[in-house]
């Protein structure tokens, strides 16, 4: 399987939509889990990196990695 590429600050979309009725969020925390957070409402919402990967829809806007 591939491994989808993504970083804190990624913006995406799910497979399903957050009942607020918005559906971009933004990844905010990588980990074992991952967080992200609605953009429409800022609801956050961690789930488990093997899930969150089958979930993805499309990634909208890319954040390369970058040392501060």
């Not at 967080?35 to 993805?56: A, D, S, T, Y």
Request: hydrophobic residues 30%; charged residues 35%.
């Amino acid at each position: 399987m591939e491994e989808k590429k993504y970083n804190i600050g990624t913006i995406l979309t799910m497979k399903k939509q957050h009942p607020c009725g918005g559906n971009e969020w933004e990844v905010v925390r990588l980990g074992a889990d991952i967080k992200i957070k609605c953009l429409n409402c800022g609801h956050m919402v961690m789930i488990p990196r093997v899930e969150f990967n089958k979930k993805i829809k499309k990634i909208i806007s890319y954040k390369e990695d970058s040392d501060e």
